[in-house]
Every structure is written in C-alpha cells, then in structure tokens.
C-alpha cells in the first residue's frame, strides 16, 4: 500500500500542484515552536498558515510557469526546511481508517482537516487574485491519459488524498475569479461558504423536522421572507427548495397540471385531456425537459414569439391559446420568463397575467436568473406583475451569488404541493409524532431525501441584510451598463439587439479587423460564425477570463456576457474587452 | 445596526451555545504569542485549538447542565481572559462586506473561514463523543418563538454570523454520533467531509466539462467502476449522479418508458397505450411518486405480493402481468428491490429477471439502501442477478456513508439517457467547442445545473479502498446480527419476522412488563401500538439515541432498527437496549 503520487505520470506540473503557493521565509523560530507543541500536522498548518499570512497574500502566485516538485520528504510541505514535524508524523503513515470514529481519533483527525482547510484557504485567496489563472485548462483525453486516477482495492495513505485535494482544485476552474464570468452562477461568497461548510458538517436531511429542526424552520422562515418580496399577502403560500431551476420548473408544470385535473395524480396523463404548456422562444430549455418527463410531450409545449429584444409578445399568446383551444388541446400552463438565459429579457408580467386570468391558466415566472432583481428597489419594476403568478422560481445561487445549490420554487396556493405529491410514507412521517407535523415538509417534495441548501442562503442574507443583496445585484447591473456603453459604439462590435439591457446580459459580436469590411454578407456570417468560439478556446488556453457565447435562431455566434460575479470591477470588464481584441485581432 | 445575540430571547442554553466545547486552562503565554502574531480572530483561534488539542478532547463536554452565558466582551471567546486579541479586533466590528473580495480582505476572510472551522471542529470531536447528546431537542413552535429567526434589511455583524453558526449547530441533530440510528443514512466519514468542503469551495456545475473538467472525468472513472462491481461487461453502460434516490428511480421510469415508445418525449402520454408498472407492496413510496409525475398514475403501479420476509414473490409478479395485458394495459417497468426500507428485504432478482425477459419489460433495481453489498464478498450474493437489470439505483450516502447527497442511477444501456432527455441547447452545449464533447454530459440529465455529488464518494474510495468500504459494511452486518442475537429469544421482545436479517434491519416491538400478559388480543395491540411513540419520544428528549418506528401492513408499530454508521459498536447495541427498556418499562 505505497503511497504513490496522484496525477503523478504527468509532466512538471504533476505532484504537488498548490506548492507554488508557499513562500520561503517563514519565520522559523515560530514555525518551530508550533511544531514543538503540536505534533503532527497542525504545526505545519500553523507555519503554512505563517507563510499565507505574511507573504502569500501580497505577492501573487505565478501558477503558470514555476517548475512544481514533490515536496521533499524531510520538510513539512512549507517547501524547506523548518523542522515542522509533519515529515516524521506524517500523513504517509495514516490512513482514512486512524481518523475518527477511531479510537483517540481526535487529533488525527482535527490535523488532516485543518490541512484540508489550509489547502483550501490558500486556494480561496489565490482565486480572487487576477493574477491567477481562471482555469488551467487541459483536454479531456489529456487529462484522463496522464494521471492515475484509479479506484482500486487496496486504500491510500492520507498524504495521497491531500495531494489529490490540491490536484482536484489545481485543475479546478477559479469560480471566485474576478473574471469569471462563463455561467449565469460565478463569484463565491465567503459567508456563503462558511455555512455550506457547516451544512456538510450536518450532514443531514431536509424530510423531517425531527432530523433537521433548524433547517426546516430556517426554509419556512425564509420562503415565508421570499413571498414577502414576491409580493403575496403576509407573505402566504408555500414552497420550497430544489435541486435546481430544471426542477423548480418542473415542479410548477406539476402543480399547474394538479391543480387542474387532480386525478392525475392516480389515473394518469390517459384520464385527461390533451394539454396545452406555453412559453416563449427564448424559455429555457427546461420547459421542454420537464414536459417530457412529465408525459406532456415537447410538442405540447407552443413557443410563443419574442419581440426584438426577446420578450413574449402578449398578443402572440393570445392568439396560440386560441388556437390550441380550436385544436382541442387544454391550455394549462404558461410560463412567462424574468430575465431570459441569453437576451436577459423580462416577459410583461401583467399583459401576460391578464390574459392567464382570461383563460384561467396556470401563470409560472421562470425567474431563475432574473428573480433576484426583486432584491433591488432600482430594477424590481422589470417583475412587475409577478405577485398575479401562481407559482415562480427564483435561484438564489444564480445573481445573489449563493453557493451552489440554490433554487426555490414558491407556490401561491398552500397545500396543492402536499395534495401533489404526497404518498404519505409511513416509515418516514408517522402521524403520531410528538411534535407539530405541519414542519415534516417532505411528503410535498419530488423527492424523498433532500440535501440542505437552505442555510447559506439564510446566513447569507443574515450577513448582508436585504440591502446587502441589492447592492451586489445594482453593482452588477451598473458594470454591465458600463459594458454596453463601452462596446455600444466601439469599432469592431456589434450589439445583438439594441438599447440598454435589462438584466446584466450583454449580447454582442466582435469582429476582427479582416472581417469588419467583408461585403459578402454569407461569407462574412459564416466568418464571424466561427471568431467567438476560437477566441473562447483561447482564452480557457491561456486561462485569462471565460465567458460564453451561443447562435440564436438565425443569428451566428455571439458573445454573452453576463455579470453575476461580486468580485468583478470597472477594470475587469476593460479587461474582458481588450482580451476579446488581444485574442481575436488576428483572425 | 448593532450585534444582538441570536436565539438570545432563550433561556439559560441561549447566548452562547457551544461555550461548554471551550476548556479553561490554556497555557496563556503561548495563546498571547500567537494571538500577537495573529492579530484579529487567528490568535483567539490558536487559542480555541489548544484548548481543543491539549483538553476538550480527553474531558467529555456536558451539554445538557452547564449554564451557558454571552462570552464577555473582553475575552475571545476562549471564556477567559486571556489577551488574544479578538475583542479588539473582533467580529463585532466587521460585516461580510470586509471578506473578499473586499480590498485587503485576505486576512480577516482567513481568520473569519478559521474561526468557523474552529467551530465545525469542535463540533465534530463532540459529535463522536458518546457522553453528548445526539440532539438538543426543541419542540418547533419553543424553538420559532423563543429566538431571533429574523432576516432584515440591514446586515448582521459576524460576531453575529458565528453566534448563528454556534447555534445552528447546537440545535442540530448529531448525524456523527455513534448512536444516531434514525435514518439509513447516519454517521459522518471525514475524509468524505473534507471532499465536501473541497466541492463546497470550488463551487462548481456538473453541467460540462468547460467548468468541471476534473468533477466530470471523477463522475466517469466512478460510475464505469460501480458498473464493473455490478457486473456489466467492462463496465460499459451508462449513468447520473442525481439528487437522492427518489429521483433516481424516476429516471430509471423514464428511461424503461422512453425506450419501449421513444414517440413519448414529444407526444406524451396521449400517444402511446396506457402502462403498467410493477414493484412489490414493500417498495420505496418513490416508484408511485415518479408515476404520478411522469402522468402515468399511481393507480398504473401495480403492488407485488410479497413473502413474510417482505421479498416479492414472483410467482404473483408473473400474474399480475398477465392481468395487466388482459386488460390492455403495456407492461413496460418492474422495480425489484435490494434492501427495502422497512424489512431490508432482498427480492430475488434472477426469478425477477427471468420474468421481465419473458415479457420484454424494463428490469429496474432500486437499490438505494441495499445496493452497496455489492462492495462485500460476503454478502454481494443477495443481489444474484442484478447485472441482468436494465438499471440500477445505488446510494452510497446510505451504506457506505457517504455524505448527502450521493446518489447514483446506473443504465446498462449506452446512448439511452442521453437520447430520452437531451434538448440541444446550444447556449451551453455548443457544437463548435475545442474539446471532446463527449464530455459534456449535462444534457442527459434531468436537471440543467448539477450539484457536484462525485468529488466526496471519489475521494473515500480512494481513500479507502473498496476493501475498506467492504470492511465498513461487513461491520455494520455483524452489528446488526448481534443485535437480532440479542433480543430474539430475550424477554419483552418479539420480532416483526422470523430469521436472521438479510440486511441491517432488524425489526421488533418491544413489550413493557405491564403488556406482556394482556391476554385481549386487540387491547394489546392497540397498546403495543402506542408504545414505540412514547419511547421515541422519550428518547429524542433525554438526547440519548434515536431509532425509527412504524407500522406496517397489519401490524402495529415497531421499531426498525439499521445501522450504516461506522462509528457504531457492540456497546451501542447494547446501549440501545438497555435504554428502551430504561425509557419503555413504565408503560
């Protein structure tokens, strides 16, 4: 059972990837003395710890070109020798099965996890440093081919596991970065982190009061707080928190479909009529998913269409319901879009809600990117009319910057989520408890087990208070402002649609110079088809800044910038655009 | 905007809930170094690991009698004047908008996430201590109305932020404690905890390989090994990691429907025959929840009868088909289940699968809490047959202790998944990228963005072994043999069924003295039935152990006793006795 060194087959980089943040000049008087009184690896902690305090910090870490080597053996992973004792009580000599529940497991245990932790510090405050890579991007095959990542019988040494740690994050993308902006969830709050540290400590399950008491209330207190905001009287109505937006969505389609013809629910999609779902253009795709899943069928779903900044047109819905309705079909879902996932547009709530209201349709806010600007007392307008929806989701984890995952589906009518989906498992929620069962809120869940994303978003808004998320979110909707009106009128950029955005969605091309004169308008479409995609594989190669970019409908590859990022400036979108320039000047 | 004490209307356990984890005797010269090495919150927390190191650790913390009070301003938290620094420096005086990515907010977010780690801890060392309680129980409207739940406007101090996290967990139930028994999922691994922690700060989406390339490439090393040790050629197949079992079993219903009338994804329901789906009368609740949702009906779930050991019996599953297609109905789905969740029953998959061939219906094994016996030689055998199954559901975060969530669906079928749920949308699975897209495997999923489930199972494999994995479980086994040895010949016990369990389910009543001679037949059962409620009761006051209960069929409620914690031994076997005799013998 040699402990053999992780992702060791590779080239230079391979062995000891995070060593390159240690610095050399550790006091070592100190460092000596917390060794001397704690053996093992909390004196190394301690004198890492030194080192991150008093260099680290200020000088920033060259990920890209240091030669990296295995730590020598004799030293205690500060890369020289200060006598820390971790050599001769090292990690190579214990494995998973000294820790606790072992017996006197306890300082065994508390020494690995603290050196988890100061891997993981160190990585925390190298990721906000912008001169960092945001990924050290290596193809699949590569990756796979080079390393050893083999599960096997036998178990390996404790050491083998904190080098795979730092292996594990040293090919990790950066999501803290400042200049990561690829997806609609980026940044990483430090609160939040903290309370998703200790929601792993719980390790426990959200079913039951009984197993999760705070948690459980903490999720009524808190849906309670988000229905305040949606706008719905006392902040009644129900809700809860779920695996993602996908599934928020597909929870509402659910309910909608319920509320109209219960005996679904034992009878089946062949007792009722043929449905109706509607959705815009631009919806996101999980729409489509959950009314496949749900034996609705993709095809029941009516795209409705989009005007030119990519909101619902009202009277275009008008006119689908009407025509499902000739064709028999029963219109029972619509689901009207805050903050689209690439033009970032606001379907109108209200014009939409009138007519749900006309037909008596289910009307959903998909508000999993855009909800969050109910935070803001700037841009809660672009919602108005959410407060007539029956249901709405909103993910916190996408522009409140909450860790993954983070999805709250809310429901404005109590009780239809336990009528829906309950099964009444006796095993699990036995009615002859000694506590109130109204808080054993499982049976109304999709699933049976469910992890427990509720309390970073709770401690979160505890650290920040309502106005500390508007800030975030006005912030991030001022520099995507800055954004548009730098690239608005700039040589060599293009606006996918025009006038201010509304969320923090910048759709723009970037043309390179040798394109930006092609008169052959086929020729120049397929070329600029093809500049957006290179530049982003360049940039993941040099690992400077991500972001995304797609076609939609018939327009070629654009870029997508969006800003959800806490962490990103005025200076960071400068810099996004004169890497886009630096990246893409030649082709 | 100043700090006040959460939970602070309480009584005497407000304040301060984790005080009593703090030792008084600290050797001070060393804390006032360190704390003038440190300044701000890293001396206190120096500090606070000495007291843990050199005390806490060898002296059983009592939670339930000390009386608890606010630290006094001027200590740090040690509850004693020490000097550390922290007061003036402290908590009190910092926000959450002072942690990165604030300038110059490297230290106080290093001393912030270490102080929180302090207390996560101290809170595991407690956990394993058999002298604390598993839970500091609180009936739900004393806990909501006693303390401060409120999310307001304005920030909180991080003073405030830690006393939240304190509390938090002094309320929590102890998923680590050596005698929590409550769910099939208990105990707290840490090498899987420190893997959490790690997915915590990477903060990721499974969605493509772009943003987790080494998450991605895990989930693939892992799910090809699980398909190896099912029994699949080369471990070829397919599969997800998904969020919890419930939903697992939804995607097998999905992919078993999607298979036999692919025309389902864009026609739904309406356009194919009605189904029929099959599962024994012991099953989980999920296969009628996934019927419901996917539209075809709980009432098309179809209940198995099953033998006094609660195993399906196949000779009824053969008839129930036959009824089923004469009256019209497609069989398309039986779920055989390795390990319900009462019983712990296997059902005997080979007969099963000789049936689902016969009749051309997908073969699904919900194994979510039996599955992992296939890590043991010795007792893989009760799953003879399951690499003749269609798909697979397989929790480690039940048996192998993984932390949750970690639930897998394994598919025999290559391509399927990806087929039945696939929606091309090309904003984030463009066709044009610089990698094998192969690797993005977010589209065959359910969901859009994915919890990063992998790194922690990946990791204790590794770190294990599936020879330490084998040995867990093997262990968890003899426990549970100890325990039916115990009792089953022992005064006031009478088993659910006979013979010994095939998994760690072990279920019984247990009659008090008063009961043992009522010769009504009915008046003993409808007191034996109110038994189990009161000693659970009783149990989760005094804080001492928790066990499930339930009826089931017929049969009035007992107890069912699983053991999947590794930090359980004889002694706690015992102790659970001795204390529902203790709790239930004045009945």
């Given at each position: 059972?040699?402990?053999?060194?992780?992702?060791?087959?590779?080239?230079?980089?391979?062995?000891?990837?995070?060593?390159?943040?240690?610095?050399?000049?550790?006091?070592?008087?100190?460092?000596?003395?917390?060794?001397?009184?704690?053996?093992?690896?909390?004196?190394?902690?301690?004198?890492?710890?030194?080192?991150?305090?008093?260099?680290?910090?200020?000088?920033?870490?060259?990920?890209?070109?240091?030669?990296?080597?295995?730590?020598?053996?004799?030293?205690?992973?500060?890369?020289?020798?200060?006598?820390?004792?971790?050599?001769?009580?090292?990690?190579?000599?214990?494995?998973?099965?000294?820790?606790?529940?072992?017996?006197?497991?306890?300082?065994?245990?508390?020494?690995?996890?603290?050196?988890?932790?100061?891997?993981?510090?160190?990585?925390?405050?190298?990721?906000?440093?912008?001169?960092?890579?945001?990924?050290?991007?290596?193809?699949?095959?590569?990756?796979?081919?080079?390393?050893?990542?083999?599960?096997?019988?036998?178990?390996?040494?404790?050491?083998?596991?904190?080098?795979?740690?730092?292996?594990?994050?040293?090919?990790?993308?950066?999501?803290?970065?400042?200049?990561?902006?690829?997806?609609?969830?980026?940044?990483?709050?430090?609160?939040?982190?903290?309370?998703?540290?200790l929601t792993s400590t719980a390790n426990t399950n959200m079913f039951t009061y009984e197993v999760a008491p705070v948690f459980v209330l903490l999720e009524y207190v808190t849906l309670k707080k988000m229905r305040e905001i949606i706008g719905w009287s006392d902040g009644r109505g129900d809700g809860i928190f779920s695996p993602g937006g996908a599934i928020s969505n597909m929870y509402a389609m659910l309910l909608a479909r319920f509320k109209m013809f219960p005996e679904v629910k034992e009878k089946g999609m062949s007792s009722i009529p043929?449905?109706?779902?509607?959705?815009?253009?631009?919806?996101?795709?999980?729409?489509?998913?959950?009314?496949?899943?749900?034996?609705?069928?993709?095809?029941?779903?009516?795209?409705?269409?989009?005007?030119?900044?990519?909101?619902?047109?009202?009277?275009?819905?008008?006119?689908?319901?009407?025509?499902?309705?000739?064709?028999?079909?029963?219109?029972?879902?619509?689901?009207?879009?805050?903050?689209?996932?690439?033009?970032?547009?606001?379907?109108?709530?209200?014009?939409?809600?009138?007519?749900?209201?006309?037909?008596?349709?289910?009307?959903?806010?998909?508000?999993?990117?855009?909800?969050?600007?109910?935070?803001?007392?700037?841009?809660?307008?672009?919602?108005?009319?959410?407060?007539?929806?029956?249901?709405?989701?909103?993910?916190?984890?996408?522009?409140?910057?909450?860790?993954?995952?983070?999805?709250?589906?809310?429901?404005?009518?109590?009780?239809?989520?336990?009528?829906?989906?309950?099964?009444?498992?006796?095993?699990?929620?036995?009615?002859?408890?000694?506590?109130?069962?109204?808080?054993?809120?499982?049976?109304?869940?999709?699933?049976?087990?469910?992890?427990?994303?509720?309390?970073?978003?709770?401690?979160?808004?505890?650290?920040?208070?309502?106005?500390?998320?508007?800030?975030?979110?006005?912030?991030?909707?001022?520099?995507?402002?800055?954004?548009?009106?730098?690239?608005?009128?700039?040589?060599?950029?293009?606006?996918?649609?025009?006038?201010?955005?509304?969320?923090?969605?910048?759709?723009?091309?970037?043309?390179?110079?040798?394109?930006?004169?092609?008169?052959?308008?086929?020729?120049?479409?397929?070329?600029?088809?093809?500049?957006?995609?290179?530049?982003?594989?360049?940039?993941?190669?040099?690992?400077?800044?991500?972001?995304?970019?797609?076609?939609?409908?018939?327009?070629?590859?654009?870029?997508?910038?969006?800003?959800?990022?806490?962490?990103?400036?005025?200076?960071?979108?400068?810099?996004?655009?004169?890497?886009?320039?630096?990246?893409?000047?030649?082709?």
């Open positions: 059972m040699a402990s053999h060194g992780f992702w060791s087959l590779g080239g230079q980089n391979a062995g000891n990837p995070n060593a390159g943040s240690q610095s050399p000049s550790t006091p070592r008087a100190w460092c000596q003395a917390a060794a001397q009184k704690f053996p093992g690896g909390l004196g190394s902690k301690l004198c890492a710890l030194l080192n991150v305090g008093e260099e680290a910090v200020d000088k920033p870490v060259d990920t890209s070109t240091k030669q990296e080597e295995e730590t020598p053996a004799e030293t205690c992973g500060c890369n020289k020798p200060c006598n820390c004792s971790k050599a001769t009580t090292g990690f190579s000599e214990l494995y998973s099965t000294d820790l606790l529940p072992a017996l006197d497991g306890d300082m065994k245990t508390m020494t690995f996890l603290q050196e988890v932790v100061d891997i993981l510090l160190s990585y925390i405050v190298e990721s906000f440093d912008r001169s960092t890579k945001v990924i050290d991007f290596h193809y699949p095959n590569e990756l796979l081919q080079r390393n050893n990542w083999e599960l096997s019988d036998e178990p390996e040494s404790l050491d083998d596991i904190l080098v795979s740690c730092r292996a594990t994050l040293k090919y990790a993308i950066k999501t803290a970065h400042p200049r990561y902006f690829n997806q609609l969830s980026t940044g990483l709050d430090m609160v939040g982190l903290a309370a998703d540290w043929k449905l109706a779902a509607f959705t815009s253009e631009h919806s996101h795709f999980s729409i489509k998913k959950g009314a496949a899943a749900l034996g609705i069928g993709t095809e029941s779903v009516i795209c409705i269409k989009v005007d030119e900044r990519g909101k619902m047109i009202p009277s275009d819905l008008e006119k689908k319901i009407l025509e499902a309705k000739q064709k028999g079909l029963v219109p029972f879902f619509v689901s009207a879009t805050a903050g689209t996932t690439v033009y970032g547009a606001f379907d109108p709530l209200i014009a939409i809600s009138d007519i749900c209201k006309k037909y008596d349709v289910w009307m959903h806010v998909d508000g999993a990117w855009g909800g969050s600007l109910l935070m803001s007392r700037k841009h809660r307008w672009k919602l108005n009319g959410v407060e007539r929806a029956n249901s709405m989701t909103w993910n916190p984890h996408k522009m409140m910057a909450v860790p993954l995952q983070c999805s709250a589906l809310l429901v404005r009518e109590e009780g239809l989520m336990q009528n829906c989906n309950q099964m009444h498992a006796v095993y699990l929620f036995q009615q002859d408890k000694h506590y109130d069962l109204g808080y054993d809120t499982g049976d109304k869940a999709l699933q049976c087990g469910r992890h427990v994303d509720i309390f970073k978003l709770w401690l979160m808004w505890r650290a920040k208070g309502t106005i500390g998320f508007e800030a975030q979110i006005d912030k991030c909707l001022e520099l995507s402002e800055y954004l548009y009106n730098k690239i608005k009128d700039r040589e060599g950029y293009e606006m996918v649609f025009d006038g201010k955005p509304q969320h923090t969605n910048v759709c723009f091309w970037y043309l390179p110079p040798s394109l930006r004169y092609v008169e052959d308008k086929v020729e120049k479409q397929k070329r600029l088809h093809k500049v957006a995609p290179v530049i982003k594989a360049r940039m993941m190669e040099y690992g400077t800044t991500m972001v995304s970019y797609q076609p939609q409908g018939d327009k070629v590859n654009f870029f997508r910038m969006v800003i959800s990022n806490p962490a990103a400036t005025f200076e960071d979108i400068d810099f996004l655009i004169e890497e886009i320039e630096r990246l893409g000047q030649d082709l």
